[in-house]
T-cell receptor
Framework: KQEVTQIPAALSVPEGENLVLNCSFT??????LQWFRQDPGKGLTSLLL?????REQTSGRLNASLDKSSGRSTLYIAASQPGDSATYLC????????????????FGSGTQLTVLP | DAGITQSPRYKITETGRQVTLMCHQT?????MFWYRQDLGHGLRLIYY???????DKGEVPDGYVVSRSKTENFPLTLESATRSQTSVYFC????????????FGPGTRLTVL
């Protein structure tokens, strides 16, 4: 069974700092990996999707990398801003099996980021 | 409005009552999903649907019923609500199960007293 872990659970940084959020998964046979942002009391907003054949994806100040063999992904946020404060969730879609349930998203518990002005 | 919507946004009910949470998407996505989010457990899949009239269980289906008579709607019913079903429920949709992103609704906060 796929398990996804995000460390740290919470992170507080001063504005302007570059930071890295970590995600690890136990089964490297994944189809893709998706990073989400969740603001308090709100739904999830998709940030980046990395297919299993890709090494990284970039969107603005965000860069996500994927190392399937080691079961790791990182989300790099450049020049952090107070508006980046949110919980960041990593989710993995496992690739094995023909059953649809085997290819559902498995979520980590998230990293709660606070960027201090 | 385009996108994925959920109703109600907040619901308080009592143990034993039937509750239905609604989800509607305007993209004509084939796949729709229901998750619950709880502290300490993250998001867990309850049920999903590959198309109209096709549904399947996720990780935590017990106590829940779904239907999908139309592509755009995917209601989730708690037949006899229990306190352990107090949670935030998210609906999501995806164009297909493979390469595409999942898009999430704003969530329904359900409290069972």
């Amino acid at each position: 069974k796929q398990e996804v872990t995000q460390i740290p659970a919470a992170l507080s940084v001063p504005e302007g700092e570059n930071l890295v959020l970590n995600c690890s998964f136990t089964d490297s046979a994944i189809y893709n990996l998706q990073w989400f942002r969740q603001d308090p009391g709100k739904g999830l907003t998709s940030l980046l999707l990395i297919q299993s054949s890709q090494r990284e994806q970039t969107s603005g100040r965000l860069n996500a990398s994927l190392d399937k063999s080691s079961g790791r992904s990182t989300l790099y946020i450049a020049a952090s801003q107070p508006g980046d404060s949110a919980t960041y969730l990593c989710a993995v879609r496992s690739g094995m099996g023909t059953s649809g349930s085997a290819r559902q998203l498995t979520f980590g518990s998230g990293t709660q980021l606070t960027v201090l002005p | 409005d385009a996108g994925i919507t959920q109703s109600p946004r907040y619901k308080i009910t009592e143990t034993g009552r039937q509750v239905t949470l609604m989800c509607h998407q305007t993209w004509s996505h084939s796949y729709m999903f229901w998750y619950r989010q709880d502290l300490g457990h993250g998001l867990r899949l309850i049920y999903y649907s590959a198309a109209a009239d096709i549904t399947d269980k996720g990780e935590v289906p017990d106590g829940y019923v779904v239907s999908r008579s139309k592509t755009e709607n995917f209601p989730l019913t708690l037949e006899s609500a229990t306190r352990s079903q107090t949670s935030v429920y998210f609906c999501a949709s995806s164009e297909n199960i493979a390469a595409n992103e999942q898009f999430f609704g704003p969530g329904t906060r359900l409290t069972v007293l």
